[in-house]
């Protein structure tokens, strides 16, 4: 059943000016399709490299990565990539930014008019219609971080991977987007991994919860399941006994298993 994404031993040394440094070690994880994944720890444990490793935007030293059963060897447009820092293009629209991304995957074989349609899809479907024609100097922190799952949306991803998505959020905003983001998986179906430190965010929004071990040489510690029925509601979950329970479990994990570097 888990075998959509399919990470077997994977190891990441980097050479740094100090020699070498192992980030993670010995990471094994089976990701079914539609599956979404929290991954969390503290600060500096790997989990950026993980993403990076899955994204394609780095090669693991050992071990193998497969989609679909096939090895990631890079980047491709089956999987879409959010970064905390938005990284748009300051001299591009909010619509022109999504634009781009929707050209680059399907602009050898669609004409301008559906290249248009689907970025214009993609923007409604994060709820920034009016804004479309807005700079990124001209809109909010929230509104930008939109525009980037927009541009990762719109790709059609297969597999979405978000790296603290709203991490500099302030908390409203973010629960709106936490939200939305749980309306978006749900109606696009996408496999999602996304990193986190949010323990109530990575409760909320996932169907299992990998919580890493602290670095260097990070490894997946447990792997939590979130047997909470779908459609979850934020009100709902607060007065639910098996929420706290399960809040309290990754808590544990993080405050008092595993304080051995934290950072
Ligand atoms: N390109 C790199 N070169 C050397 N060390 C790196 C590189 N990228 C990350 N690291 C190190 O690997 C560890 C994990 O980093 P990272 O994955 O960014 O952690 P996290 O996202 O969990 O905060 C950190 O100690 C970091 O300094
Ligand atoms: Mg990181």
Not at 39 to 50: A, E, F, M, V, Y
Not at 54 to 63: Q, R
Not at 235 to 253: D, G, K, M, N, T
């Amino acid at each position: 059943m888990h075998n959509y994404l399919h990470i077997e031993h994977a190891r990441m040394v980097f050479d740094t000016k100090k020699g070498k440094f192992t980030a993670l070690t010995d990471i094994n994880l089976r990701v079914g399709q539609g599956e979404f994944i929290s991954l969390i720890g503290h600060s500096g444990c790997g989990k950026s490299t993980l993403l990076n490793l899955v994204a394609g935007l780095a090669t693991a030293t050992e071990g193998v990565l497969l989609l679909a059963e096939k090895e990631i060897k890079g980047p491709g447009p089956e999987r879409g990539v959010v970064f905390q820092n938005h990284s748009l293009l300051p001299w591009l629209t909010c619509f022109g930014n999504v634009y781009l991304a929707v050209e680059r995957v399907f602009g050898a074989r669609e004409p301008k008019s559906r290249l248009r349609e689907r970025t214009q899809a993609a923007i409604e479907l994060v709820g920034l219609s009016h804004a479309s024609a807005k700079h990124p100097n001209e809109i909010s922190g929230g509104m930008k971080q939109r525009v980037g799952i927009a541009r990762a949306l719109a790709m059609e991803p297969k597999v979405l991977l978000l790296d603290e998505p709203f991490g500099a959020l302030d908390a409203l905003t973010r629960a709106g987007l936490q939200d939305e983001l749980m309306r978006i998986v749900q109606e696009t179906k996408a496999t999602t991994l996304m990193v986190t430190h949010d323990v109530d965010e990575a409760v909320l929004l996932s169907d299992r919860i990998v919580m890493m071990t602290n670095g260097p040489a990070a490894t997946i510690g447990e792997i939590l399941d979130v047997d909470l029925p779908r459609p979850r509601d934020r009100l709902s979950l607060a007065v639910e006994p098996r929420y706290h329970h399960l809040r309290s479990q990754v808590l544990a994990f993080l405050y008092q298993k595993h304080l051995k570097h934290a950072a």
